[in-house]
């Protein structure tokens, strides 16, 4: 509860000092949405993780490392929440942008296509 109060006191300040748009607002954002997914607080994360994947599309555009970073860690959430078909699609798309951006074998890239990998390997289990 401290750590989330925390966040929340940073978030405000870069939003009122900087501005919701900015990169060190999103981090803001997105740090609290992890924070919130640990502590299994699905819906606001959820909400909070659609915000920074948007936002850092419009502003930085699809492609860009940080936009991709931020449909990855929606990926997760969504993927927490039981809602496989929308966190496979998402990562899928996000391991196509970093190969094509980042390379074949940039760790970013490498991390997508091997959480893609155990995804489908969770779901032909379940489906066994």
């Known amino acids: 509860e401290e750590a989330e109060a925390m966040h929340r006191r ?7 000092v900087l501005g919701a748009e900015h990169p060190d607002t999103l981090t803001s954002v997105g740090n609290l949405a ?8 699905w819906e606001e994360a959820e909400r ?6 948007e ?12 936009t991709l970073m931020a449909m990855h ?5 969504l ?3 039981g809602r496989g078909k929308e966190a496979n699609s998402l990562m899928g798309r996000c391991h196509e942008l970093r190969e094509g951006v980042l390379g074949r074998y940039h760790p970013d890239t ?8 155990e995804w489908r390997i969770e779901d032909t289990e379940i489906e066994a």
């Open 10 to 16: 940073a978030l405000g300040g870069y939003e009122k």
């Open 55 to 66: 936002t850092r599309k419009r502003v930085l555009g699809e492609k860009h490392p940080d």
């Open 34 to 41: 992890s924070l919130l997914w640990r502590q299994s607080l």
């Open 48 to 53: 909070l993780g659609m915000q920074v994947s």
């Open 73 to 77: 860690n929606l990926a997760f959430m």
């Open 79 to 81: 993927k927490s929440e």
């Open 110 to 117: 490498e991390s997508s296509l091997g959480t893609l990998e």
